[in-house]
């Protein structure tokens, strides 16, 4: 007789930390298998996690949850197979949406949440959020417009100089292809001591050289694909260049000289809850997500 999985333990967990559910998401310094969950490993802290706090308090008002990072957007769509087929109850998965909306391989489906943009960084890491995170260190009200001309004016610099890199990898997407290498695409960002960060041109040219030398342009489609910059863009590189700019009037502005990244990043996150509600295309987004559960 063969052994059938019923994967109970992980079903059951809301009842063990008294929560009407158990969610899983991406982040974390370490990284989960499936075996390594029903064991009951998984880790507490991660950026990711704050986020995905925000997001259930908000829609969710009302419902207590459990939350645990596993490190792993395999892992997270392994469980997200196993809620769609109704193998799992009272687990939801909360992942970033990356490309696969274009490449076709995004999990839908009741309990399964994915953020609007490429990732929770893009929620996060904007111009009016990265402003607002500063004035909760500044002290000086007269110093707040200087500052927000100084973000604006380079966010809108970022967007010009990155808008050829997140075209090209939403048609490498559409067409099922590799993305561009995520680390040289982070090199593009520059931090120049006390300066604030850029886009290196040469390196964005050069990057997206190489890239086209291994696809024939006639195999690939999606003309029609439109991509934002702030949506589509590889999170890992707003965040980079929202924290480093952060940095730069923090320190430029309020005479800041230690502003840690594990400081500043919950520091944003935190801003970005106040912006949330406000923000209709996410409440969109996020209404629909929450109206297909059944409790």
Same mark, same amino acid.
């Given at each position: 007789?063969?052994?059938?999985?019923?994967?109970?333990?992980?079903?059951?967990?809301?009842?063990?930390?008294?929560?009407?559910?158990?969610?899983?998401?991406?982040?974390?310094?370490e990284?989960?298998?499936?075996?390594?969950?029903?064991?009951?490993?998984?880790?507490?802290?991660?950026?990711d996690?704050?986020?995905?706090?925000?997001?259930?308090?908000?829609?969710?008002a009302?419902?207590?949850?459990?939350?645990?990072?596993?490190?792993?957007?395999?892992?997270?769509n392994?469980?997200?197979d196993?809620?769609?087929?109704?193998? &799992? +109850? *009272?687990?939801?998965?909360?992942?970033?949406?990356d490309?696969?909306?274009? $490449?076709? #391989?995004l =999990?839908?489906?009741?309990?399964i949440?994915?953020?609007?943009?490429?990732?929770?960084?893009?929620?996060?890491?904007?111009?009016?959020?990265?402003?607002?995170?500063?004035?909760?260190?500044?002290?000086?009200?007269?110093?707040?417009?200087?500052?927000?001309?100084?973000?604006?004016?380079e966010?809108?610099?970022?967007?010009?100089?990155?808008?050829?890199?997140?075209?090209?990898?939403?048609?490498?997407?559409?067409?099922?292809?590799?993305?561009?290498p995520?680390?040289?695409?982070l090199?593009?960002?520059?931090?120049?001591?006390?300066?604030?960060?850029?886009?290196?041109?040469?390196?964005?040219?050069?990057? &997206? +050289? *190489?890239?086209?030398?291994?696809?024939?342009?006639?195999?690939?489609r999606? $003309?029609? #694909?439109? =991509?934002?910059?702030?949506?589509d863009?590889?999170?890992h590189?707003?965040?980079?260049?929202?924290?480093h700019?952060?940095?730069?009037?923090?320190?430029?502005?309020?005479?800041?000289?230690?502003?840690p990244k594990?400081?500043?990043v919950?520091?944003?996150?935190d801003?970005?809850?106040?912006?949330?509600?406000?923000?209709?295309?996410?409440?969109?987004?996020?209404?629909?997500?929450?109206?297909?559960?059944?409790?």
């Open positions: 007789m063969s052994f059938v999985r019923t994967h109970s333990g992980l079903s059951n967990l809301h009842l063990f930390h008294g929560v009407d559910a158990v969610v899983f998401v991406e982040g974390g310094s990284t989960f298998t499936l075996d390594d969950l029903e064991k009951g490993l998984y880790s507490n802290q991660a950026a996690i704050k986020y995905w706090q925000i997001v259930f308090s908000a829609f969710a009302g419902r207590t949850f459990h939350f645990r990072a596993v490190g792993s957007k395999n892992t997270i392994g469980l997200a196993l809620i769609a087929t109704g193998k &799992l +109850k *009272r687990v939801f998965v909360a992942r970033d949406r490309l696969d909306n274009l $490449s076709g #391989v =999990p839908v489906g009741a309990g949440f994915t953020t609007q943009g490429y990732s929770w960084e893009n929620d996060v890491w904007t111009a009016p959020i990265v402003f607002a995170t500063f004035r909760k260190f500044n002290t000086v009200p007269e110093k707040e417009d200087k500052a927000r001309e100084i973000i604006e004016r966010f809108l610099l970022m967007y010009k100089g990155v808008r050829g890199c997140v075209c090209v990898d939403a048609i490498l997407a559409c067409n099922n292809l590799e993305p561009l995520r680390d040289e695409f090199k593009i960002v520059r931090v120049n001591g006390a300066s604030s960060p850029v886009i290196l041109s040469p390196a964005t040219r050069s990057l &997206l +050289k *190489r890239r086209r030398l291994k696809v024939r342009p006639q195999r690939l999606g $003309s029609a #694909v439109k =991509p934002s910059v702030l949506r863009c590889y999170g590189l707003l965040e980079a260049f929202g924290y700019l952060l940095v730069h009037v923090l320190n430029k502005i309020c005479g800041l000289r230690t502003t594990e400081l500043l919950p520091a944003a996150i801003t970005f809850s106040s912006t949330l509600t406000p923000n209709e295309p996410l409440v969109t987004h996020y209404s629909k997500m929450f109206a297909a559960l059944v409790w």
